[in-house]
């Protein structure tokens, strides 16, 4: 059981409003304790790979040999990625093309060679390919590929299944769930600094992009904020009722991740803490271990529906029009390329510079965005752990491991020992 402060999210409240009063009046400063910031961020991804592998290979190998089950647990996620995120593309581009964010927005102080070192790193399919297969695993563990990390945990577990024998299992499970447990404790203590990360993140973010920058930009970050949100109450909310998820204890089981999420502009950063928050709402460790990381990377609804409207914008802001059918082809190119870019330093706008590119959009609209793309990129980390959230749950309860017996029997188990505990107290 992850022990976290009890009131870690109106902490993360109040050190988001004072971080945003320290970058708004003393910007200096702000930009001056970002790496106050950093410390929190690498603190949580050293938690990263040994949280997915002992997790992983816990949950897939110590539940039987059933390979056909984890193939059919993938194809239901694969399927349920692929449309989700095709809705949130299309509702970027509704809604770019409804608001027009970048009529009338000036662009003769930008410098339209600021995204071009990013527009080179092109988004092919090898890069796709070599997100997924490391040349070892260590080096994907030291960069912190998550989806290369999954990958290896996912052999691993299937080769610990093929292995006859439970005397060669057994060690390697017991020190699979030894490692979870103790990684979680840890989690909890690393936690605790989450305030400070916080302020200092969110007064950088505001201390380097300027109150002035964001105003300018104010009906571009307005558009995406407010196409997020519809993209919420009109998919994410319809999913929820659908699939019977009790709504209250969702949005406080995932609450502190998303939070994370937002005020640090990283989803990486709430990984930790949303396996564990799942898990304890009712999902498997298995489903939460498999589905939960590979989302990060082949689920990604806010930045999809971020770049739809983003590349939309950058035609807007040079006087460009766009036929539906260009618009169409563009969000084919946008659904294939957004795919498994998870190892991509700044993926987003590497992703959007290439697509700017291919259709022949001028630069200008990228520049503008780089100001504040700081800003957005907190909304759509923030959409992204949502939504793989409530995909994890979906496939749980799809595949029959949300709130089984085995789980509320090991929640009554932890129970009694917390009540232990605090007894000896």
Same mark, same amino acid.
């Given at each position: 059981?992850?022990?976290?402060?009890?009131?870690?999210?109106?902490?993360?409240?109040?050190?988001?409003?004072?971080?945003?009063?320290?970058?708004?009046?003393?910007?200096?400063?702000?930009?001056?304790?970002?790496?106050?910031?950093?410390?929190?961020?690498?603190?949580?991804?050293?938690?990263?790979?040994?949280?997915?592998?002992?997790?992983?290979?816990?949950?897939?190998?110590?539940?039987?040999?059933?390979?056909?089950?984890?193939?059919?647990?993938?194809?239901?996620?694969?399927?349920?990625?692929?449309? +989700?995120?095709?809705?949130?593309?299309?509702?970027?581009?509704?809604?770019?093309?409804?608001?027009?964010?970048?009529?009338?927005?000036?662009?003769?102080?930008?410098?339209?060679?600021?995204?071009?070192?990013?527009?080179?790193?092109?988004?092919?399919?090898?890069?796709?390919?070599?997100?997924? *297969?490391?040349?070892?695993?260590?080096?994907?563990?030291?960069?912190?590929?998550?989806?290369?990390?999954?990958?290896?945990?996912?052999?691993?577990?299937?080769?610990?299944?093929?292995?006859?024998?439970?005397?060669?299992?057994?060690?390697?499970?017991?020190?699979?769930?030894?490692?979870?447990?103790?990684?979680?404790?840890?989690?909890?203590?690393?936690?605790?600094?989450?305030?400070?990360? +916080?302020?200092?993140?969110?007064?950088?973010?505001?201390?380097?992009?300027?109150?002035?920058?964001?105003?300018?930009?104010?009906?571009?970050?307005?558009?995406?904020?407010?196409?997020?949100?519809?993209?919420?109450?009109?998919?994410?909310?319809?999913?929820?009722?659908?699939?019977?998820?009790?709504?209250?204890?969702?949005?406080?089981?995932?609450?502190?991740?998303?939070?994370?999420?937002?005020?640090?502009?990283?989803?990486?950063?709430?990984?930790?803490?949303?396996?564990?928050?799942?898990?304890?709402?009712?999902?498997?460790?298995?489903?939460?271990?498999?589905?939960?990381?590979?989302?990060?990377?082949?689920?990604?609804?806010?930045?999809?529906?971020?770049?739809?409207?983003?590349?939309?914008?950058?035609?807007?802001?040079?006087?460009?029009?766009?036929?539906?059918?260009?618009?169409? *082809?563009?969000?084919?190119?946008?659904?294939?390329?957004?795919?498994?870019?998870?190892?991509?330093?700044?993926?987003?706008?590497?992703?959007?510079?290439?697509?700017?590119?291919?259709?022949?959009?001028?630069?200008?609209?990228?520049?503008?965005?780089?100001?504040?793309?700081?800003?957005?990129?907190?909304?759509?980390?923030?959409?992204?752990?949502?939504?793989?959230?409530?995909?994890?749950?979906?496939?749980?309860?799809?595949?029959?491991?949300?709130?089984?017996?085995?789980?509320?029997?090991?929640?009554?188990?932890?129970?009694?020992?917390?009540?232990?505990?605090?007894?000896?107290?």
């Amino acid at each position: 059981m992850l022990v976290v402060p009890s009131k870690l999210s109106y902490w993360i409240i109040i050190s988001m409003l004072f971080g945003l009063l320290v970058g708004w009046l003393a910007p200096d400063f702000g930009k001056a304790i970002k790496p106050l910031a950093m410390v929190f961020l690498r603190m949580i991804k050293a938690l990263v790979v040994p949280l997915l592998f002992s997790t992983l290979v816990g949950g897939v190998a110590g539940h039987g040999d059933d390979l056909a089950a984890v193939g059919r647990m993938f194809l239901k996620a694969i399927v349920y990625f692929e449309v +989700v995120t095709t809705i949130a593309l299309a509702i970027g581009l509704i809604a770019v093309n409804i608001v027009r964010p970048g009529d009338g927005v000036s662009r003769a102080s930008q410098d339209t060679n600021k995204g071009n070192d990013i527009a080179k790193k092109a988004i092919t399919w090898e890069h796709e390919l070599y997100a997924i *297969v490391p040349e070892s695993f260590f080096a994907a563990a030291a960069e912190n590929q998550v989806l290369q990390v999954v990958a290896c945990s996912l052999v691993f577990a299937i080769g610990v299944m093929k292995v006859k024998g439970k005397k060669f299992k057994r060690p390697i499970l017991d020190f699979c769930e030894s490692l979870a447990q103790i990684m979680f404790k840890v989690t909890g203590i690393v936690m605790y600094f989450a305030p400070i990360g +916080v302020a200092a993140a969110m007064a950088a973010t505001v201390g380097e992009s300027g109150i002035a920058v964001l105003a300018a930009l104010g009906k571009l970050i307005g558009t995406l904020f407010g196409a997020l949100a519809v993209f919420i109450l009109l998919v994410f909310l319809p999913i929820a009722l659908l699939v019977r998820i009790p709504l209250r204890e969702f949005l406080l089981a995932v609450g502190k991740p998303v939070m994370v999420a937002f005020t640090t502009s990283s989803s990486e950063a709430a990984l930790p803490l949303a396996m564990e928050s799942l898990h304890a709402f009712g999902c498997s460790r298995k489903v939460v271990a498999f589905v939960l990381p590979t989302g990060y990377s082949f689920n990604l609804d806010g930045t999809t529906l971020y770049l739809a409207l983003a590349s939309v914008f950058c035609a807007q802001v040079v006087g460009m029009e766009l036929s539906v059918e260009r618009q169409i *082809v563009m969000m084919i190119t946008l659904m294939l390329t957004s795919k498994g870019v998870a190892g991509v330093a700044r993926a987003a706008l590497a992703v959007l510079s290439g697509t700017l590119t291919q259709f022949d959009i001028p630069m200008d609209g990228f520049a503008l965005i780089l100001g504040v793309d700081a800003v957005m990129n907190m909304a759509r980390a923030g959409t992204n752990v949502l939504g793989n959230c409530l995909a994890t749950v979906v496939i749980a309860k799809w595949e029959g491991q949300f709130r089984t017996t085995a789980w509320q029997e090991e929640q009554d188990t932890q129970k009694e020992h917390d009540e232990e505990a605090m007894a000896e107290k």
